[in-house]
């Protein structure tokens, strides 16, 4: 069992930044990726961005370019360095350890509680 705790949320106007942390606890024997989504009112849940245990990244298009996934391993923390932000980028992110296998991310169960994040425009 993963343990997952998302923080770094929180209100923002268009164009600013923030950073998004979701530190890790537990066991992780089968995880090889960890994966960022997010949610939106009325929406499904979405991959925004993941990191492989050897440092690949691959994100959505709509944050290509504005959005940074890395990841502290002596910390067993992964980030998201969220820029540019736009209006529609408001959503509840949530953190999930997952699988990557044949060019693609499978999450898994392990999902954290999730931060708001609200830009304003």
């Known amino acids: 069992q993963v343990q997952l705790v998302e923080s770094g949320g929180g209100l923002v106007q268009a164009g600013g930044s923030l950073r998004l942390s979701c530190a890790t606890s537990?066991?992780?024997?089968?995880?090889?990726?960890m994966g960022w989504y997010r949610q939106a009112p009325g929406k499904q849940r979405e991959l925004v961005a993941h990191?492989?245990?050897?440092?690949?990244?691959n994100y959505a298009d709509s944050v290509k370019g504005r959005f940074t996934i890395s990841r502290d391993n002596a910390k067993n923390t992964v980030y998201l360095q969220m820029n540019s932000l736009k209006p529609e980028d408001t959503a509840v992110y949530y953190c999930?350890?997952?699988?990557?296998?044949?060019?693609?991310?499978?999450?898994?169960?392990?999902w954290g509680q999730g931060t708001q994040v609200t830009v304003s425009s």
């Open positions: 537990g066991s992780i024997f089968s995880i090889n990726a």
């Open positions: 999930n350890a997952g699988l990557y296998r044949g060019s693609y991310y499978y999450p898994t169960a392990n």
């Open positions: 990191i492989t245990t050897g440092g690949s990244t």
